[in-house]
């Protein structure tokens, strides 16, 4: 084992601070990894402060990974020491169910290991995330990142990025659909991005007014508030997708109507609370309310060449990790555009 440097969360009311964790030596089929930029999600908020339940005390989060590899296992052929890499949302899998071996990893129905908070295949230890200087991946968890886009920016995309690319490929969004978008933070943003690069009309949905110069610039065709009195009757039957991304509780009746014919409402974001939904609206229209969670393996490497492709990364503010307890309470407030993304080389 090899002691490394980290911020972790003692317990849920206490800041995130300096810890050190241990790192196992590289197996046969590992790769070492040393992080250079990690993002701050939504998610690592909602664990390190006990939000969801079950977090295993202490603490270090981080699932938006990019850094360069310093070790590779006797076995490793994807990589060698040096190459620019990526590690997102879970890092190991049962490999063996019929959800992994038809690349759905994010699904495996024997539980995928997250990247911090999980419990390991092996049943005896619990991940820690990016929020530390190195990080050992198995190499069929680990992704290729290119050099040609800041790799600051690229980090978000581990998660943010597949969060919402994965749906529009999956429903099939194409060039002429009509696409909204609910809430434009981490998430949202990076829906307006690829659903435009994707050539769709994308309109921005928002209760604030101050979001609208940013949606413009982001892409979106059209922008409008959700809180003036007529938006939601004259955008009725409007839209073949909506995106939503909001995780604070929220009425999704509201939308529903917004829905073509065979629409689908996309929910990204998990408000705490449960909502309930009428049935009338899905069934005299055939709408569907689906879920979606991260992507597999090869649909994320396909995401992050597509990305590297069409030029499309996070907008992001950059911070030293001594400021994470501060960029956890301005993402609540919402300031931030987009992600905040920890510079590695501050620990």
């Known amino acids: 084992m090899k002691p490394v440097k980290a911020y972790a969360a003692q ?32 998610s690592d908020i909602h664990t390190a402060r006990g ?4 977090t295993i005390y202490p603490v270090v989060p981080g699932h938006e990974i990019v850094g360069k590899v310093t070790r590779v296992g006797q076995n490793v052929t994807k990589f060698k020491e040096g190459d620019t890499v990526g590690v997102g949302c879970f890092v190991d899998s049962c490999m063996h169910c019929a959800n992994c071996e038809n690349d759905l990893e ?10 911090y908070n999980s419990q390991s295949q092996d049943k005896q230890t619990i991940t820690q995330g990016g929020y530390s200087s ?18 600051e920016k690229v980090a978000p995309l581990l998660c943010a990025g597949i969060t919402t690319y994965s749906p529009l ?24 991005k690829l659903a435009a690069s994707m050539g769709a009309e994308v309109t921005m949905l928002s209760r604030s007014k101050s979001k609208e110069k940013d949606a413009s610039e982001l892409g979106a065709h059209h922008f409008r508030l959700t809180t003036e009195k007529d938006t939601m009757t004259e955008l009725a ?20 109507n917004l829905l073509t014919t065979d629409g689908v409402m ?10 309930s939904v009428a049935a009338f609206p899905f069934i005299f229209n055939r709408r569907s309310l689906v879920g979606s969670l991260v992507g597999g393996i090869k649909e994320t490497q396909e995401m992050l060449d597509y990305c590297a492709e ?18 956890y309470e301005r993402t609540l407030a919402g300031d931030v555009h987009y992600r905040f993304v920890i510079d590695m080389a501050t620990l």
């Open 11 to 42: 317990a849920a009311d206490k800041p995130l601070a300096p810890f050190s964790i241990e790192r196992r030596e590289p197996g046969a089929d590992d790769v070492e990894i040393k992080i250079l930029f990690c993002g701050v999600c939504h």
């Open 51 to 54: 939000e969801w339940g079950g």
């Open 106 to 115: 994010q699904y495996c129905k024997n539980g995928n290991t997250q990247t």
């Open 134 to 151: 190195h990080i050992v991946v198995t190499q069929h968890f680990v992704l290729s990142v290119s050099d040609k886009l800041p790799l």
């Open 169 to 192: 490929r999956h429903w099939g969004v194409k060039a002429g659909d009509k696409v909204a978008v609910v809430g434009l933070g981490g998430l949202g943003h990076m829906a307006v």
């Open 237 to 256: 039957d409007s839209f073949n997708f909506i995106i939503d991304t909001v995780s604070a509780p929220h009425d999704y009746n509201e939308y529903m």
């Open 266 to 275: 996309v929910l990204l974001g998990a408000p705490p609370e449960p909502t």
């Open 310 to 327: 069409h030029n499309i990364t996070s907008d992001v503010e950059v911070i030293g990790i001594d400021k994470i307890n501060e960029a």
